[in-house]
């Protein structure tokens, strides 16, 4: 069968690539990703021969000397297979690539059009094989990482609305090579696939032919390796959740709880909790030792962990995942019917008759500064914001954030709102004095 011909769409394809990719589960589209490369092209060939809802989707992220041809490949190459082709363009701009380098802000880059692309019911199918799995369990190890991270790449895994599936995962990199040389695949070569500077290709060209050659197993048993460190991890995270019902409250831990448990299982609860939050864990180098003091303190100490975007705290008996907020460092006013977004609060001003009498007196918002009044009634007694908030038991990082509005009279001002804890009447409930009502919401974190 020669592949460039009519018989593409023939499903002579041998069984150990045809047999993982015809028993897909039913799905509105599936998306072959698409990079014209070997394995991604010969992909496109199965799936095309195995199903009729296939077409294919190729990032071009304008890096290569070579990408335009590349595109213009994968547009020949659907065309002949009557596949539809999507082609997006990305710019991954030199600065964008942190610290994982270039390659990494690409398949970063690359991982966000996926999401984006995938409704609901779809699959997108990528070509990893078994090579690519042992590269990326290498990889990760030489890094440093845990159970996680040496289970290498999942099969199949939800992505954006759709899913994604590795169907030739347990295929070798040489067995793909073969079919395509058999049948005559033509497909683009990646001009950086060869360069050493990067660590992929130098495990892949310099490291582990030396060791396929001296364990001819290799393959099969870090995919063991890796299959048994998945299951490893599912349980983590098993008892992770089982752990968070019994030790949280409304969202956080109840330190008498998990004071109960080993430090290793506080560990993995708090692992489990940030990742869950979509958050990395701390490059801390004494990570276990920080988790033990934080959880263990006295209650007359406010120890604390600093993360990349966000912080561990405790406060009155529980800890607290505390994400980095930021609200604007001067007052600002609030326009009636415009929004104002104050961290994670957003607040406005709307009128409650659809053609209010008058315009509210000025608004204005701002955070505490100290020494603030609160009048629950008109004309009844003033309280101190402090005491109350801290009867009300809201952490003192979150008072300090807390958009407090005013409204502004000549001479006077009054406090008539507090975040989402309280507002005064005359601006809520079902008839507002005020003739305007305030709202302050804050999105769910
Ligand atoms: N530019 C791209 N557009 C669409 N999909 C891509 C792109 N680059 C990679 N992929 C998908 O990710 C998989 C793994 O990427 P990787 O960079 O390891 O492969 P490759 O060497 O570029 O291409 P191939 O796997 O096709 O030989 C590819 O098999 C393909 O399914």
Not at 308 to 336: C, I, K
Not at 375 to 394: A, D, I, M, N, P
């Amino acid at each position: 069968m020669k592949a460039g011909g009519n018989t593409a769409r023939e499903s002579g394809w041998p069984d150990d690539l045809r047999g993982p990719v015809s028993s897909l589960p039913d799905s509105s589209r599936i998306l072959v990703a698409l990079s014209g490369g070997l394995d991604s092209t010969l992909l496109l060939y199965v799936a095309a021969a195995c199903h009729r809802n296939v077409c294919a989707l190729h990032i071009n992220h304008q890096l290569q000397p070579n990408h335009s041809q590349t595109e213009q490949f994968c547009r020949s190459l659907c065309e002949r297979l009557a596949v539809p082709l999507l082609v997006e363009r990305v710019d991954v701009a030199v600065g964008e690539s942190g610290s994982g380098g270039l390659e990494e802000a690409a398949r970063l880059a690359r991982y966000d059009v996926f999401r984006r692309v995938l409704g609901a019911g779809d699959l997108l199918l990528m070509a990893h094989h078994a090579d690519d799995q042992v590269e990326t369990v290498l990889f990760r190890l030489l890094r440093g990482t845990g159970v996680t991270g040496l289970a290498g790449m999942p099969e199949s895994r939800r992505l954006g609305q759709g899913a994604l599936f590795r169907p030739w995962l347990a295929v070798s990199r040489d067995r793909l090579e073969q079919v395509a040389r058999d049948v005559g695949l033509s497909w683009v070569e990646d001009p950086s696939n060869t360069s050493l500077a990067f660590d992929r290709n130098y495990l892949r060209h310099a490291v582990l032919p030396g060791l396929k050659e001296r364990w001819p197993g290799l393959l099969k048993r870090v995919e063991h390796s890796a299959r048994a460190c998945a299951e490893s991890d599912t349980l983590s995270h098993r008892l992770a959740e089982l752990q968070w019902q019994m030790c949280s409250d409304s969202g956080q831990l109840r330190l008498a709880s998990i004071q109960a448990l080993s430090p290793l299982e506080q560990r993995n609860l708090v692992r489990w909790w940030i990742h869950r939050q979509g958050l990395k864990m701390p490059a801390l180098a004494d990570w276990d030792q920080s988790l033990a003091e934080l959880v263990q303190a006295g209650e007359d100490r406010t120890p604390e962990i600093r993360g990349d975007g966000f912080s561990l705290r405790r406060y009155r008996g529980y800890l607290y995942l505390v994400p980095n907020v930021e609200v604007p460092a001067h007052s600002a006013g609030l326009e009636p019917g415009r929004t104002l977004q104050w961290g994670p609060w957003t607040l406005r001003l709307t009128p409650t008759a659809t053609t209010p009498e008058a315009a509210p007196p000025p608004i204005r918002v701002s955070t505490r500064q100290g020494g603030e009044r609160l009048r629950f009634e008109e004309g009844g007694h003033s309280r101190s914001l402090k005491t109350w908030l801290q009867e009300q038991g809201v952490p003192p990082w979150e008072r300090a954030l807390l958009p407090l509005v005013y409204h502004e009279t000549p001479g006077a001002s009054e406090l008539i709102a507090v975040g989402d804890l309280w507002c005064s009447e005359q601006y809520s409930g079902s008839a507002p004095a005020a003739g305007w009502r305030l709202i302050v919401e804050r999105d769910c974190d």
